[in-house]
Structures are given as structure tokens and as C-alpha cells.
């Protein structure tokens, strides 16, 4: 099956950037959708941005557009989400995740309470101090 393994987290001020990674294995481009979803202590999963491999669409939730982006790396086989001008609201644990459907479900993944995704990775945390 697909294996995700996430890097890159770690402790910053507000207004810092950080990049956080995803390494896949085991996978296959055809309607591969993947995704990063963030859970702070005590509250739900949430979704952050999602992408569309085949045609490198994506999506964002409000909360992030403009600051986030993610991206990818075929000949690395590497998720990225770059994040920047961070705030304290951002702290938790970020999670890699893919799946197998279509454009148009990938794009609307994280407005769902839960995107249903097939595969995770473990998480990386991310701190943010004010």
C-alpha cells in the first residue's frame, strides 16, 4: 500500500516560514489525490490544501490561502507544503494523506469533516510562538 512519511516540522515565531515534506512510496500517478490536514489538541481534523497529481490542481482552505502552498515533485516523489507568515493558530500536527479519486472530489476534500482519505502519514508538529 502507500506509505507517506512527513519531515519538516518543527518550533518558529509568528511571521516564520516553514516547509514541510512528504515522502510517497508505493504509489501510482493515475487519479492519485493527496493532501495536507492539520489537528490541533482538542479540536477536529481539518483540511488545509489538497492537490490533484495528474494535472497539479489544488485547493485551499480560507484560513490559509495566500500564505500556504502546496506543490509537488514527481522526480522526487515529494508533497510539499510551504508555509509562510505562520501564526499561533497554525500550531499542530500536520498530516500527509492520498487517495484515490476523481478532480473534482480531490478539490473538495477539505471542505468535508472528514475527507475519507485512504492513506496517512504520521504526522510532523508544528509550533508556532507569538
Known amino acids: 500500500q502507500v506509505q507517506l512519511v512527513e519531515s519538516g516540522g518543527g518550533s518558529v515565531q509568528a511571521g516564520g516560514s516553514l516547509r514541510l515534506s512528504c515522502a510517497a512510496y508505493?504509489?501510482?500517478?493515475?487519479?492519485?489525490?493527496m493532501g495536507w490536514f492539520r489537528q490541533a489538541p482538542g479540536k477536529e481534523r481539518e483540511g488545509v490544501a489538497t492537490?490533484?497529481?495528474?494535472?497539479?490542481?489544488?485547493s485551499y482552505a480560507d484560513s490559509v490561502k495566500g500564505r500556504f502552498t502546496i506543490s509537488q515533485d514527481n522526480a522526487k516523489n515529494t508533497l510539499y507544503l510551504q508555509i509562510n507568515s505562520l501564526k499561533p493558530e497554525d500550531t499542530a500536527v500536520y498530516y500527509c494523506?492520498?487517495?484515490?479519486?476523481?478532480?473534482?472530489?480531490?478539490?473538495?476534500?477539505?471542505?468535508?469533516?472528514?475527507?475519507?482519505?485512504?492513506?496517512w502519514g504520521q504526522g510532523t508538529q508544528v509550533t508556532v510562538s507569538s
Open positions: 494523506a492520498a487517495d484515490y479519486r476523481g478532480l473534482r472530489n480531490c478539490m473538495t476534500a477539505i471542505q468535508a469533516p472528514a475527507a475519507d482519505f485512504r492513506y
Open positions: 492537490i490533484y497529481i495528474d494535472t497539479s490542481s489544488t
Open positions: 508505493r504509489y501510482t500517478y493515475v487519479n492519485l489525490c
